[in-house]
């Protein structure tokens, strides 16, 4: 499953979050956060991706370690519920497109 999260952080009004002038990119936050965090499941996993999200990469991971990104988000102690909630939702997202009949 491609998990493209590229996408500019937005606040609560739906207006993206802005550092210093720049759009916060989520691939970013979640990189930074994932990275920082002390997970004990899968952490060559997690720091693989950490590196392709850093780098603003579309990341490829098979469904059945879509568990693994899931839990790693939900339980990380740093990342706010705005950040966690958006980065779940691209998940979400994207797991529900791929279900979708292609035509």
Not at 40 to 56: F, H, M, T, V
């Amino acid at each position: 499953m491609k998990l493209d999260f590229n996408i500019p952080v937005k606040g609560i009004s739906g207006k993206p979050l802005k550092n210093d002038g720049k759009e916060q990119i989520l691939s970013k936050v979640l990189a930074s956060h994932l990275a920082n965090g002390s997970s004990k499941i899968a952490p060559l996993k997690l720091w693989g991706w950490c590196a392709d999200l850093w780098n603003e990469k579309v990341i490829d991971i098979d469904t059945s370690d879509i568990p693994i990104l899931k839990e790693s988000i939900t339980d990380n102690e740093t990342m706010t519920v705005l950040a966690k909630g958006q980065a779940l939702e691209v998940i979400v997202k994207t797991d529900l497109d791929s279900e979708k009949p292609h035509k």
